[in-house]
T-cell receptor, first 119, second 113 residues
Framework: EPEVTQTPSHQVTQMGQEVILRCVPI?????FYWYRQILGQKVEFLVS????????KSEIFDDQFSVERPDGSNFTLKIRSTKLEDSAMYFCASSVSGGRGALREYEQYFGPGTRLTVT | AQSVTQPDIHITVSEGASLELRCNYS??????LFWYVQSPGQGLQLLLKYFSGDTLVQGIKGFEAEFKRSQSSFNLRKPSVHWSDAAEYFC???????????FGKGTSLLVTP
């Protein structure tokens, strides 16, 4: 069964450094997402991406964050200057569609996550 | 503002016992509703979903959930829990734009022998 993959599984970085988290969505999916989960808190939406542009973003997704689909398979989240509070599990997800179409196509498939630790 | 509440942070049940995990939501329109499960070290796996129609939905692994509009609830149930069901369970609501999922804080399920 196709699945979303994420690399690395764990990333440790120093405060102020840039990190890039990588995701490979399911091949026929068109919508891509990033979520994060700070330890002990709920999963929070960051951004959605479709047709090479951001479709929606939360207030968490400020100027230090950016997303990119550099080629036909990867989807990346860049954090420009990491802060201690960026330490979290970051989940990538993808879906066939993103709107209120057939529910099955709206289903978001999640990757295993990247644990980011900022020291 | 939209919100999703899972009132129980931890639940412990005996293997073979029935299970009900609670989820309440606050949302203006008819929501998309989802239950996800997360095992340690794993990603989020969709158990079931509700969009419209029959308010009792069946999912994978023997789970079901019932949408009750009058109570703004979407509780997850399983008649007989297995030890492998021990995991974190998240209720989520599809936001108005259709893109973002709004998650509850999760319920951690422990299954005892």
């Amino acid at each position: 069964e196709p699945e979303v993959t994420q690399t690395p599984s764990h990333q440790v970085t120093q405060m102020g450094q840039e990190v890039i988290l990588r995701c490979v969505p399911i091949s026929n999916h068109l919508y891509f997402y990033w979520y994060r989960q700070i330890l002990g808190q709920k999963v929070e939406f960051l951004v959605s991406f479709y047709n090479n542009e951001i479709s929606e973003k939360s207030e968490i997704f400020d100027d230090q964050f950016s997303v990119e689909r550099p080629d036909g398979s990867n989807f990346t989240l860049k954090i420009r200057s990491t802060k201690l509070e960026d330490s979290a599990m970051y989940f990538c997800a993808s879906s066939v569609s993103g709107g209120r179409g057939a529910l099955r196509e709206y289903e978001q498939y999640f990757g295993p996550g990247t644990r980011l630790t900022v020291t | 503002a939209q919100s999703v509440t899972q009132p129980d942070i931890h639940i412990t049940v005996s293997e073979g016992a029935s299970l009900e995990l609670r989820c309440n939501y606050s949302y203006g329109a008819t929501p998309y509703l989802f239950w996800y499960v997360q095992s340690p070290g794993q990603g989020l796996q969709l158990l079931l979903k509700y969009f419209s129609g029959d308010t009792l939905v069946q999912g994978i692994k023997g789970f079901e959930a019932e949408f009750k509009r009058s109570q703004s609830s979407f509780n997850l149930r399983k008649p007989s829990v297995h030890w492998s069901d021990a995991a974190e369970y998240f209720c989520a609501v599809g936001a108005g734009s259709g893109y973002a999922l709004n998650f509850g804080k999760g319920t951690s399920l422990l299954v005892t022998p």
